[in-house]
């Protein structure tokens, strides 16, 4: 009985660990409606001044069959003050519909958005995912 609760304690002491740790899946349709996109980041929420960093799922709207081989450019934009960052982000595709951003810089505090752009042969379409309160 004592080893079951035991058990049970440390159970839960992780499951709570693993629900601090893991970062919220953002999904979100493209305006066009020609892709699902669901958009992890590390730190979460994301800060000022580092290197945050994101994953990224590309599916296909209707059939969420996964996108491979996509062209896709990542580009933090602050919209109220129509300005970018000064680092450039860099993508890496894992396969199966997945794909790495790293350097999502973001040069100061605010609302900023994160534009994803994405091309698979003639299909193109963006999704905007939006931070509202980025800080240090
Ligand atoms: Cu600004």
Known sequence: MILKTAVFVIFLWIFSFSQDSA???IEQKSLNGTFVVQ?????DPPQMGINN???LKVFERDSKVK??????????WMTV???????????KEKGDGVYTI????????????LIVKIAKN?????VVFTFRNVKK
Not at 67 to 76: F, M, Q, R, S
Not at 102 to 113: A, P, R, S
């Open 23 to 25: 970062a919220d899946v």
């Open 39 to 43: 958009l992890q980041v590390k730190p």
């Open 53 to 55: 960093t994101a994953i």
């Open 67 to 76: 996108v491979e081989g996509a062209l896709i450019e990542v580009t933090p």
């Open 81 to 91: 003050h129509s300005h970018g960052s000064s680092k450039k982000t860099k993508i």
């Open 102 to 113: 790293e350097d999502v810089y973001f040069t100061m505090e605010g609302e900023w958005d």
């Open 122 to 126: 003639k299909q193109e379409d963006q």
